[in-house]
């Protein structure tokens, strides 16, 4: 499985973005994905997760309300989209596939990640 990651970029503190994790191989519809992100002098840290029926999601609370996960297993794309940004939310996000866990450690696929800043 491959993915990678796109949709980042510069946003001011109360904007949005919509991050896309595009994957490719065939059993990849067949993973749970999560969004992980790791800001600068920081730990990677999880930030939500969504089963491979996608009927099961889940965010960290730091994000709540917030952020939103989806998929489209169609066109075999997670999508965060991220809502009323802080920043305190900049960071280089990636999503992963593996089993639904909030456990980075438990993926094991990545994506390149794709750079999120937002301006104050």
């Known amino acids: 499985v491959q993915l990678q990651a796109s949709g980042g970029g510069l946003v001011q503190a109360g904007g949005s973005l919509r991050l896309s994790c595009a994957a490719s191989?065939?059993?990849?519809?067949?993973?749970?994905v999560g969004w992980f992100r790791q800001a600068p002098g920081k730990e990677r840290e999880f930030v939500a997760q969504?089963?491979?029926?996608?009927?099961?999601?889940d965010y960290a609370d730091s994000v709540k309300n917030r952020f939103t996960i989806s998929r489209d297993n169609a066109q075999n794309t997670v999508y965060l989209q991220m809502n009323s940004l802080k920043p305190e939310d900049t960071a280089v996000y990636y999503c992963a596939a593996g089993p639904y866990s909030r456990q980075r450690n438990a993926y094991r696929y990545w994506g390149q990640g794709t750079l999120v800043t937002v301006s104050s």
């Open positions: 191989g065939r059993t990849a519809h067949s993973y749970a």
């Open positions: 969504i089963s491979w029926r996608g009927d099961s999601a």
